[in-house]
């Protein structure tokens, strides 16, 4: 009668354990001779990081006071050189060169936070941490959206949804939303056509998950899909978000990775909160 206890125990200390060797593996980098990249470093004694300021994982401080840089990237790049005992040592990148300058080992790693795609994924390896997605947003008073629940909900004939030509967007919005009106508007500058919602032109529209926090702080009366969390948990059109190292050096990547997961509630916590001060 005593099985099933023993059983649960006995998986739980096997759970444990694992966790436990997790983060062995986190907190000690591989040994000498196992990653050519770990060895180099050490023996510079410096980390080099790509830096490139894209919010909310990575940002830059001018103002000439304080740290330089701030956000998730810098701050899962600090414990990578604090492990290795080395200096981390921040290298300017353009876009266009964020990732070039691995294969040319300018840099042991670009922190500048980049999207993971089948293309990127051809010539380098990620470490993700994040991801962007979209929300959909309207005004909240809306009669037509009182019965809006989900993002599903606004595939509907019903609805009219508003989005910038030519943005990030568009195709996306076409194939989500098959059955809704769709009103196409030349870009403003914006970060979404508010101005079609407030003027009752469209229901609903997208928006990135980030500047939608800022944007539902400084115009008010608006709700948001989906709805829980203030839509900082959507999956939709979601992409992963991490830095990128060279192709074959798996010793490193597999390190790189433990420790990310072994800091991957802190993370969370700073990208929260940079997103809640951003203006």
């Given at each position: 009668m005593n099985m099933p206890k023993l059983k649960l125990k006995s998986t739980l200390t096997g759970l444990a354990m694992g966790l436990a060797s997790a983060a062995l593996l986190a907190q000690t980098p591989p040994a000498p001779g196992a990653s050519p990249r770990i060895d180099a470093i050490k023996k510079s004694g410096e980390l080099?990081?790509?830096?490139?300021?894209?919010?909310?994982?990575?940002?830059?401080?001018?103002?000439?006071g304080g740290q330089a840089w701030s956000g998730p990237a810098w701050t899962l790049a600090t414990e990578y050189a604090r492990l290795l005992n080395v200096k981390l040592v921040p290298v300017a990148v353009s876009h266009e060169t964020k990732v070039p300058v691995l294969a040319a080992n300018q840099v042991d790693m670009t922190i500048s936070p980049l999207g993971e795609t089948p293309e990127r994924l051809k010539v380098v390896d990620f470490v993700v941490y994040s991801t962007t997605s979209v929300c959909m947003f309207g005004r909240a008073g809306n009669d037509k959206l009182a019965k809006v629940k989900s993002v599903d909900d606004l595939n509907s004939p019903d609805i009219t949804i508003a989005y910038f030509t030519g943005g990030a967007e568009e195709n996306w919005v076409k194939e989500r939303f098959p059955k809704a009106k769709f009103r196409a508007v030349a870009s403003s500058g914006a970060t979404a056509p508010v101005e079609e919602i407030m003027a009752r032109r469209a229901d609903a529209a997208p928006i990135n998950r980030v500047p939608w926090v800022n944007l539902n702080q400084k115009v008010k009366g608006l709700t948001v899909y989906p709805q829980e969390n203030n839509c900082q948990g959507s999956k939709e059109k979601a992409s992963p978000v991490g830095l990128a190292v060279d192709k074959n050096q798996q010793a490193f990547l597999d390190w790189l990775r433990a420790v990310e997961k072994t800091l991957e509630p802190k993370l969370a916590a700073e990208e929260k909160r940079v997103i809640e001060s951003l203006k």
């Open positions: 080099r990081v790509g830096v490139l300021q894209n919010s909310p994982w990575l940002l830059e401080n001018t103002s000439g």
